[in-house]
């Protein structure tokens, strides 16, 4: 729909005559065209607003799953590392 809504207001715009066209009576017909113009670059900005918005969620979304990955690695690394850390240098003390 995007490039559709693209197409039709360069059909607008080049339709209208564009500015200087030198003809009064195109003028006060083409202001018509004008609003049509606004609402659709009006729709546009509200659009891209819109998925502006969308990206900044993904992207925090994104950025905290990462974090919650990053610490259910390490909290799944640190008890193996600290218990066998642990038992490791017990026995050769003990022996003693």
């Known amino acids: ?9 360069v059909v607008q715009l080049t339709s209208a005559g ?3 066209s030198g003809q009064a009576g195109e003028h006060s017909r ?8 606004g609402r659709h670059f009006s729709a546009l ?5 819109s998925l ?8 925090e979304r994104a950025r905290l799953d990462a974090e919650r990955k990053k610490r ?4 799944a690394h640190e008890p ?7 038992a490791r240098a017990n026995p050769g003390g003990d022996a003693l």
């Open 1 to 9: 729909m995007k490039p559709l809504m693209m197409a039709a207001l």
């Open 18 to 20: 564009g500015a200087g």
């Open 30 to 37: 083409g202001s018509e065209p004008a609003k049509d113009v």
């Open 45 to 49: 900005k509200d659009e891209v607003s």
């Open 52 to 59: 502006s918005q969308q990206f900044r969620e993904a992207r």
């Open 72 to 75: 259910e690695a390490e909290g």
């Open 80 to 86: 193996q590392t600290s218990g066998s850390t642990g």
